[in-house]
């Protein structure tokens, strides 16, 4: 059985990776010398160790930086159903479509940061949104219209997907 690496043990192993990754210029034999320890278990740890702990970490951050975005997303799209839901009460159709506007521009958002929409696309959009006054939008209404959406999107891409490689296969003339 293989011993444990002597410096994943340390108590100090944060100041230890520290010291390994801040300073890429100082030679093995120095690093192993600061911390008394061979140069080979330098070289090991180097190599083996911190990388996985980098991408361990990394992780980390990325989980912590999706799920403050996942929750800053989540309290934007209750505001903005707040306040389209207010000015649909009053009668202001303008900051209903505006708010509804902004919650189209949200779900986009949030289906890029989890990597299901692409660059966007070039050339003229028309948007179209048609309002029934009469009966108030809810949330289930605007979870709806999010999946419409998303659907949408994905026939959108599998066209220009379809079309990319129809003239990829087009012989030349």
């Known amino acids: 059985m293989s011993r444990r690496c002597s410096l994943c043990t340390r108590s100090d192993r944060e100041i230890t990776d520290a010291l390994l990754i801040t300073n890429p210029g100082l030679s093995l034999r120095d690093k192993a010398r ?4 061979s140069k080979d278990t330098v070289a ?3 190599a083996e160790h ?7 970490q990394a992780r980390r951050i990325e989980a912590a930086h999706d799920r403050s975005l996942a929750d ?3 309290a934007y799209t209750e505001t903005l159903l707040r306040v389209a839901d207010r000015a649909e009460q009053e009668g202001n159709l ?3 479509v505006s708010a ?4 189209a521009r949200l779900a986009e958002l949030e289906a890029r940061s989890r990597g299901e929409l692409r660059a966007p696309a070039t050339g003229n959009v028309t948007n179209v949104q048609v309002l029934n006054v009469s009966q108030p939008f809810t949330a ?6 999010l ?3 998303r659907l949408l999107l994905e026939f959108e891409e599998d066209e220009r997907r379809d079309r990319r490689a129809h003239l990829s296969v087009v012989p030349a003339p």
């Open 34 to 37: 600061r911390l008394q320890v």
């Open 44 to 46: 090991k740890h180097q």
């Open 50 to 56: 911190i990388p996985k702990r980098l991408a361990w």
């Open 72 to 74: 800053r997303l989540v």
């Open 94 to 96: 303008r900051v209903v």
């Open 100 to 103: 509804h506007r902004e919650l």
């Open 140 to 145: 289930e209404d605007h979870q709806q219209a």
């Open 147 to 149: 999946r419409e959406a």
